[in-house]
């Protein structure tokens, strides 16, 4: 299915989104929450590192990652190669921003695994590695049979747009406790910072939406192969 506009047409109002997605992160765990460390005797700071890395990692450049099959205008075997190493970074970031989180909660004494967000983060990282090393395997190498590819496409791409929305919503929800957490100790339920926070969330969400927009949009046709007006990986 493929709504009708160009794919490269609605790509370009997700790249907005993100860059300014990736703007509204920074600016809020750097000018309104510290800054950023890795080592700090403020542990807060070393949590900012945590939204920061999901949204802009997971999020965004796997956003672009999804997108880059879609839209970029270059030869199947370079797209396939872009759409890999985008996702692998988009995972790196994600294991490291998860990470962090678990260290600001050791190093602070909170525990872990205890909200929802948490879970379904944990849940979103697994899947995404799955995915990411089910794709590396049978579509870039050693690369399935041609009849194994072609039966595992659709569902690679019905997949992997399942995580990304999970993941999406994952940060959605993370924001929403977040800002709870700074509600409850003290910051002004209608501040500055509380709006930042908030429309940190819904640009995250259109930025997902738009990505999803993209790939159920039309590709230019040397793109399509099998049948299918989104590839995610194909041979």
């Known amino acids: 299915m493929a709504i009708g506009v160009k794919a490269v047409h609605v790509s370009y109002v997700a790249h907005v989104l993100g860059v300014v997605g990736a703007i509204l992160v920074l600016v809020w765990c750097i000018s309104f929450r510290g800054g950023l460390a890795w080592e700090a005797t403020n542990k807060n700071l070393i949590f900012n590192l945590h939204p920061v890395l999901m949204l802009i990692g997971l999020i965004i450049i796997g956003g672009q ?3 880059s099959y879609k839209c970029l205008p270059l030869k199947k075997p370079e797209k ?3 759409h890999l190493v985008l996702h ?3 995972l790196v970031l994600g294991i490291i921003g998860i990470y962090t989180a678990f260290k600001f909660h050791n190093e602070s004494n909170i525990a872990n695994l205890y909200s929802l967000h948490s879970w379904l983060g944990i849940g979103v990282i697994s899947l995404y590695g799955i995915q990411w090393l089910y794709g590396f395997v049978i579509f870039f190498y050693p690369g ?3 009849p194994l590819r072609k039966e595992s496409l659709p569902w690679h791409v019905l997949f992997g747009m399942f995580v990304y929305i999970l993941a999406v919503g994952t940060a959605a929800l993370g924001y929403l406790e977040k800002l709870t957490f700074l509600e409850s100790s003290g910051i002004a339920k209608y501040g500055s910072e509380a709006f930042l926070v908030n429309f940190t969330a819904i640009v995250t ?4 939406s738009f990505v999803i927009f993209t790939i159920l949009s039309q590709a230019p046709p040397e793109v399509h192969e099998y049948g299918h007006g989104y590839t995610a990986i194909e041979t």
């Open 88 to 90: 692998a970074i988009a």
């Open 65 to 67: 990652a999804i997108m």
């Open 205 to 208: 969400i259109l930025y997902g």
């Open 144 to 146: 399935g049979t041609p």
């Open 80 to 82: 396939k190669l872009i």
